[in-house]
């Protein structure tokens, strides 16, 4: 399999992923040989057949946290993924409010939905979870569901970040270096605040974490009447990093990207050898 990682959903805010302007299926990695799904929210089982990833071949799921726009497909996708539960295979990583409840203390996870995969996994921040050849590390976040989480996904071909909702705080950025790819959830433009990134946000973030790429998703209904495009290449040209605004279907080729990556491994090969 060419590794790709597949954007089924660029929505932030209920008002655009509630009439369709654009959807909020999360976001598909895919290396050699796993496939992940970020945040399985609006859109998914839908958007996945129409961009082809077929969701019996999933790995894992991986769940940042228990909003709308991140896990109410969640059940689709586990029954799809299981042939509604004949066939249980990969893994669940999802917050703690997913797996055990957390404002309401109602688990959003059904015993019935846990029995479709192998495994679940609670994620906290910090955690270190290992998948076949793939290391995935838990980040901090600060949101309104207090246990969201970030992703690290480090693979052989290359690693990618994901920053899931978050306010901007300087003690974060350090957990977004050395990544080939960043994706950002950036809900608001320039100039606008409020309960997630904004584009302002996002510079600062790339200035210190400095990416390969940064792809911006994730929209709310301020920063898709801005136009993500222009805040992209705004972004891009006040922090020097070369950045992308996410479109439903947007697929990036990540080894393209991971080019330090190659040269690490390379450099390793060279000095076994001398
Ligand atoms: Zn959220």
């Given at each position: 399999m060419r590794p790709r990682i597949l954007f089924l959903g660029t929505g932030g805010d209920i008002s655009l992923t509630g009439r369709d302007v654009r959807c909020s299926g999360g976001i598909v990695v895919q290396t050699q040989s796993c496939q992940f799904h970020i945040d399985p929210g609006i859109g998914a089982v839908v958007k996945a057949a129409a961009f082809g990833v077929d969701l019996r071949e999933h790995t894992a799921v991986l769940v940042s946290h228990a909003?709308?726009?991140?896990?109410?497909?969640?059940?689709?996708?586990?029954?799809?993924?299981?042939?509604?539960?004949?066939?249980?295979?990969?893994?669940?990583?999802?917050?703690?409010?997913?797996?055990?409840?957390?404002?309401?203390?109602?688990?959003?996870?059904?015993?019935?939905?846990?029995?479709?995969?192998?495994?679940?996994?609670?994620?906290?921040?910090?955690?270190k979870i290992g998948i076949e050849d793939v290391e995935i590390v838990a980040l901090p976040t600060k949101h309104s569901d207090s246990s969201a989480v970030g992703f690290r996904i480090a693979t052989p071909e290359f690693v990618v970040g994901y920053t899931s909702d978050t306010?901007?705080?300087?003690?974060?950025?350090?957990?977004?270096?050395?990544c080939n790819i960043l994706i950002l959830n950036t809900l608001f433009p320039f100039e606008q605040n409020g309960e997630g990134l904004s584009s302002a946000d996002v510079v600062k973030i790339l200035k210190v974490a400095q990416p390969n790429?940064?792809?911006?998703?994730?929209?709310?209904?301020?920063?898709?009447?801005?136009?993500?495009?222009?805040e992209s290449?705004?972004?891009?040209?006040?922090?020097?990093v070369q950045v992308i605004a996410a479109q439903d279907g947007l697929c990036v080729d990540p080894v393209s990207y991971a080019a330090e990556l190659r040269q690490t491994t390379l450099s390793m090969f060279k000095e076994s050898f001398e």
């Open positions: 909003h709308t726009n991140h896990a109410s497909e969640l059940g689709g996708v586990l029954c799809a993924l299981s042939h509604n539960g004949l066939d249980p295979h990969g893994v669940l990583v999802a917050s703690r409010s997913i797996v055990q409840g957390l404002h309401d203390g109602i688990p959003r996870l059904t015993p019935f939905l846990s029995s479709c995969v192998e495994k679940v996994i609670v994620a906290e921040a910090g955690n306010l901007f705080d300087k003690s974060l950025v350090q957990f977004y270096k050395n790429l940064a792809v911006i998703t994730h929209f709310g209904s301020k920063m898709h009447a801005a136009n993500p495009l222009y290449r705004e972004i891009q040209k006040r922090s020097g």
